[in-house]
Structure formats: structure tokens, C-alpha cells
């Protein structure tokens, strides 16, 4: 008996490894409408959303003190009824919604779960779908162009390169510190925005990624595309990140329409500086400080104008210099 007891206590310990070995997926419903949408559905049992959400944050918990990784993922009520209707099965089980969730990360906003509050994590998925869907949109745009009736280049290729130069020469001229950038290009739909963190003692390498593949993005060391400038410094920098941003900039060039792009720079003792640029015929063109100063400075609403920030030096764009990469302009 007591060699049975042990036996069984072996085989449970051992279970429980292996299922430290396997990933979960969580689906999110991350606001009052997708949630709503879902409470038609007889199986879906909770009833309020607050309430909904801490039992999320309570599994997510439980989840991680098992030491199983979890993914959690954006749960889209619309593209599961899409799901359901193709595959033949029924919407109003809760198999079809494991079945729906397990794949999401395949193809949809998904982020890792660390340790984060529930009222955190909710906006950095959020984020992360509205930046998914801005990439995927730029993508579609830049392979739809085709190839140059004169030259004969694929003009979306050829524009993502330019805007890798350009990044590349932004971050180059920058120099040490930590650095901001937002690139803002009008689009035929909508406002395109990207957004990229980076932080360098020297001169950056930015990844050479072409738009054609959401499997691009993840390619790459994690965080880290160097070395660059004098000793082999290294900038850090997220590759995805890099890859939406030069995609977004990318459409500006290849569309030749109005847009921009500002950095903001932070070193230790120092004020922040902030300096600007004009995309103009697949060009940046450094701002005056008069035109940066304006741009932080006035409400992009109302127009009326707003109290600079202390501690911040409005600095004229730098010359990002010639466009040497032989690309379709």
C-alpha cells in the first residue's frame, strides 16, 4: 500500500511538471461593448464586466503561482462569430471559445503575461491590437503599390528602404541618450502613428525587415540591433517597434504625402531637447526651433496655444543628409 501511495505521489509531482511545460492563452474581453456582445451567448455566464475582469486577474494570478507562461490574448466577439460560422461549430459553448482563443496569437493581439494589474494590462493590449492593426494596414497599402511604371522598382520596397536610411540617420544624429520618436502620417483612411523607444550610448544598426510578413517583425535578437559606433556600442531597440515605425514612415515616402516626424531626448543632467521634421517629396526636412516650438505648443484641437514645458529645450530638426541608397524616389 504505502509503495502505491508513493508511486501515485510520483506520478502527481511529475503531472504537475509537465504541466509547468505547457502555455496557456487567456482571451480577454477588454471592454463594456465586446462583453456585452459575448452575454447573448446562454454559456457565457458573467453578467457584469468589473466583476468579469477580477476573475480574469484571479486566473491570470493562479496561473503564474503554478509557474505556467500565459499568453493573454484579445478576444474579438465579431471575428468569433466569423470563426464559428466557418468551422461549423457552435458559438454558444465553451469549447468553441477555447478552440477560438488558442488561436488567436496566431494572428491576433496577444501579449504576455508578467505579473501586471488587471487595470494595466487591459491598455497594453489595447495598444498592442491598435498597433498590430496600424502595421497591418501600412503593409497592405506599401504591397498594393506595385512596381515603378518607369524604373520597374517595387515601390514599397524601395520606400521601406528609404525610411530605414532615415531612421538610421535620425538615430545617428541624435546621439547618446534615451530617445523618442512619433512618426504621424495621413492616410487615405486614417491617421497613421508610430511610435518608437530606443536607447544608445552610440550610433544604432537598424534592422534590415521588409513589409512583406507579420513573421518579419519577430525576427532578430530581442531588444538589442548592434553594435554601432565607436567601440561597438550597442543601441537598444525593439525590433517589431523598429519595423512598424519605418513601415509607417514608409507610407509618407512611397505616397509622398504631408506628415512628420519628432524626437525628444533625454541625458542625464541635461534638458530634454525636442527637435522636428516635415516629410516632404519622400524627404525629412528639418523643422526651424520657431516651428518646433509651435508644433509642442499649440492644441492639435482647438489650435489655441499651450504653456511650453519647463526643463525642455525646443531644438531646430538636424540635416539627416543625402539620400544615398539608390532607391525609386
Given at each position: 500500500?504505502?509503495?502505491?501511495?508513493?508511486s501515485?505521489?510520483?506520478?502527481?509531482?511529475?503531472?504537475?511538471?509537465?504541466?509547468?511545460?505547457?502555455?496557456?492563452?487567456?482571451?480577454?474581453?477588454?471592454?463594456?461593448q465586446?462583453?456585452?456582445?459575448?452575454?447573448?451567448?446562454?454559456?457565457?455566464?458573467?453578467?457584469d464586466?468589473?466583476?468579469?475582469?477580477?476573475?480574469?486577474?484571479?486566473l491570470?494570478?493562479?496561473?503564474?503561482?503554478?509557474?505556467?507562461?500565459?499568453?493573454?490574448?484579445?478576444?474579438?466577439?465579431?471575428?468569433?462569430?466569423?470563426?464559428?460560422?466557418?468551422?461549423?461549430?457552435?458559438?454558444?459553448t465553451?469549447d468553441?471559445?477555447?478552440?477560438?482563443?488558442?488561436?488567436i496569437?496566431?494572428?491576433?493581439?496577444?501579449?504576455?503575461?508578467?505579473?501586471q494589474?488587471?487595470?494595466?494590462?487591459?491598455?497594453?493590449?489595447?495598444?498592442?491590437?491598435?498597433?498590430?492593426?496600424?502595421?497591418?494596414?501600412?503593409?497592405?497599402?506599401?504591397?498594393?503599390?506595385?512596381?515603378?511604371?518607369?524604373?520597374?522598382?517595387?515601390?514599397?520596397r524601395?520606400a521601406?528602404?528609404?525610411?530605414?536610411?532615415?531612421?538610421?540617420?535620425?538615430?545617428?544624429?541624435?546621439?547618446?541618450?534615451?530617445?523618442?520618436?512619433?512618426?504621424?502620417?495621413?492616410?487615405?483612411?486614417?491617421?497613421?502613428?508610430?511610435?518608437?523607444?530606443?536607447?544608445?550610448?552610440?550610433?544604432?544598426?537598424?534592422?534590415?525587415?521588409?513589409?512583406?510578413?507579420?513573421?518579419?517583425r519577430?525576427?532578430?535578437?530581442?531588444?538589442?540591433?548592434?553594435?554601432?559606433?565607436?567601440?561597438?556600442?550597442?543601441?537598444?531597440?525593439?525590433?517589431s517597434?523598429?519595423?512598424?515605425?519605418?513601415?509607417?514612415?514608409?507610407?509618407?515616402?512611397?505616397?509622398?504625402?504631408?506628415?512628420?516626424?519628432?524626437?525628444?531626448t533625454t541625458?542625464?543632467?541635461?534638458?530634454?531637447?525636442l527637435?522636428g521634421?516635415?516629410?516632404?517629396?519622400?524627404?525629412?526636412?528639418p523643422?526651424?526651433?520657431?516651428?518646433?516650438?509651435s508644433?509642442?505648443?499649440?492644441?492639435?484641437?482647438?489650435?489655441?496655444p499651450?504653456?511650453?514645458?519647463?526643463?525642455?529645450?525646443?531644438?531646430?530638426?538636424?540635416d539627416?543628409?543625402?539620400?544615398?541608397?539608390?532607391?525609386?524616389?
Amino acid at each position: 500500500m504505502a509503495h502505491t501511495d508513493h508511486s501515485e505521489h510520483t506520478f502527481r509531482t511529475a503531472r504537475r511538471g509537465l504541466r509547468r511545460e505547457v502555455p496557456s492563452t487567456v482571451g480577454l474581453l477588454a471592454d463594456e461593448q465586446d462583453f456585452t456582445a459575448m452575454r447573448r451567448y446562454r454559456t457565457f455566464t458573467f453578467d457584469d464586466h468589473a466583476t468579469y475582469l477580477r476573475q480574469i486577474d484571479g486566473l491570470l494570478k493562479s496561473l503564474a503561482s503554478q509557474g505556467v507562461h500565459t499568453t493573454v490574448a484579445l478576444f474579438d466577439p465579431e471575428e468569433y462569430a466569423e470563426f464559428c460560422a466557418e468551422s461549423g461549430l457552435d458559438p454558444d459553448t465553451a469549447d468553441s471559445r477555447g478552440r477560438f482563443t488558442a488561436r488567436i496569437p496566431g494572428s491576433g493581439a496577444a501579449i504576455a503575461y508578467t505579473g501586471q494589474p488587471i487595470d494595466s494590462l487591459v491598455p497594453q493590449l489595447i495598444s498592442t491590437a491598435v498597433r498590430r492593426a496600424t502595421w497591418e494596414y501600412a503593409t497592405t497599402l506599401l504591397a498594393d503599390l506595385g512596381e515603378c511604371a518607369d524604373c520597374g522598382q517595387d515601390i514599397g520596397r524601395a520606400a521601406f528602404d528609404r525610411a530605414s536610411h532615415l531612421l538610421f540617420r535620425l538615430l545617428e544624429g541624435a546621439g547618446s541618450g534615451t530617445h523618442h520618436l512619433v512618426c504621424s502620417i495621413p492616410a487615405v483612411d486614417e491617421q497613421l502613428l508610430a511610435v518608437l523607444h530606443t536607447e544608445h550610448p552610440g550610433s544604432p544598426e537598424i534592422p534590415d525587415r521588409g513589409p512583406e510578413s507579420p513573421d518579419n517583425r519577430r525576427d532578430g535578437p530581442d531588444g538589442l540591433d548592434g553594435p554601432g559606433g565607436p567601440g561597438g556600442a550597442f543601441a537598444r531597440l525593439d525590433p517589431s517597434r523598429a519595423t512598424e515605425f519605418v513601415t509607417v514612415l514608409a507610407v509618407g515616402i512611397a505616397l509622398e504625402s504631408a506628415g512628420g516626424v519628432v524626437l525628444r531626448t533625454t541625458r542625464a543632467d541635461d534638458p530634454d531637447r525636442l527637435h522636428g521634421w516635415r516629410l516632404q517629396r519622400g524627404s525629412l526636412v528639418p523643422l526651424t526651433v520657431g516651428e518646433v516650438f509651435s508644433a509642442y505648443c499649440t492644441d492639435a484641437d482647438t489650435g489655441e496655444p499651450v504653456s511650453p514645458e519647463s526643463g525642455v529645450e525646443y531644438c531646430a530638426g538636424f540635416d539627416l543628409g543625402s539620400d544615398d541608397t539608390g532607391t525609386h524616389r
